[in-house]
């Protein structure tokens, strides 16, 4: 019995060598192949690709085919990113390795450091039964309460910090629902929902992410035309809530819960949120601290004497504060999941990567100049199609700074209004479905083991498909309605 188990341990795990294989073959396609012509924009400009912007696009490949099957621990693929950057003279260890520790990536730490202190001191089992007691014991109703919670906050602070906020509320829920940790349909529409739903919500004011008020400062300047706050909202706010109930509808249908009711929820929510008593000293003190940054954050946007204020060192401020007045100890922050900050530090390093050595720009100059001679609507669509593919994978910042430039030239050729081409690129933006490193809703979500990358991929091709579906309603229809232009005068 003993050799029996020795040879089916030693026995190779051939579908992992294939993927494995693969990432390492695309990387060498493309890295050893002969130099690739330069991109050329509409004015005749051209884009030569380096061979360091090559090889960007090769890490890029390897890393990509990793993540998605996960043939190694997903923050090990980010080592791999930096690892290869220097070996292969990409760019030099003190700065492919220094975007490890962005500021982006901190505040991710720092928001999962709130989660983490919501669930030791019992806040996040207090709101998890006070909302069951409203929605009650059907599944469907404690998904929809869940998802329009998770979108109207990331209307007032990060979409980071409400996942990470809104994570530990939805593992006690789970609990109720008497699956224990096992992988369930419910659980997956619970996590994976609220990912999606995170980034819907995100898209409708400048406070739920930095890609909106990044993307405007960017667009005044090339367009010379300013959005306000107001504006944006205005626009947004029926595209977000239009996908936060498809996405309640689209998980219903593929991840219809096991079980339409749990009885007796609503009770037994009811009789556990009396066991807990009134609030104790560590619940006042962590509600104090995360609502005062969550308030600084907001505040923000409205009062220009507060822009000063960097939002990473605030976040970091409250996770000091947190260990000052003993709410987490050493415990704790041994207990961090490093997984899914490596996760992060590695998709900021080759989305850096990526756009230091122009391998981004000579993407999008390709994609979009395909389009040049094509319908208004067409274009429109291709720019949201290549921001949705590109922010899967870099910062969806740079994403919309790398096809703005080039989409706003080619635009008044096919008389297209920059207006319906920065709202288009801000939704998809918002909203990466495929890949974990698209936002860190998804990696924060994955923390529940309630599905694999390749699932979470798999799930990501028909939200995507739906989320391009609601991006041509918007600009064919909805937005013009509203008053948005989307054409202007040849």
Sequence with gaps: MHDIAIKAESRLDWKRLAFMLTGVFLFMLVYLSPPWPDAVDPMGKHFPLSREGKAAIAIFLWAGTWWVFEVVPIGVTSLLIGALQVLFLVRPAKVAFKDFMDPSVLFIFGSIVIGTVFTKTGLTRRLSYKMLKVVGDRTSMILLGCYVVTAALTHIMAHTAVAATIYPLLVSIYALYGENDRPTKFGKALFMGMAYVAGAGSIVTLLGAARGAVALGFYNEIAGKSVSFFELTYYMFPVGWIMTFLLWGFFMILCRPEKKVIPGLREKAKELDAQLGPMTRNEIIAALIVGTVIVIMSLRSFIPALKFIDKTALILCSTILFYVFGILDLNDLEEVPWNIILLFAGAMSIGFCLWETEAAKWLAVNWLTMFKDANWFIFVMSIAFFVMIMT??????????????????IAPYLGVAGEVILFASLVTAGMPF???????????????????TGEFFLYGIPASILLMVVVGFAAAVLWPLMGMPVTVAG
């Design 434 to 452: 495929l890949l974990l490193v698209g936002a860190a809703p998804n990696a924060i979500a994955y923390e529940s083991k309630q599905f694999t």
């Design 392 to 409: 899967n994978f870099i910062m969806n910042v740079a994403a919309i700074a790398i096809s703005l430039p080039v989409a706003l030239v």
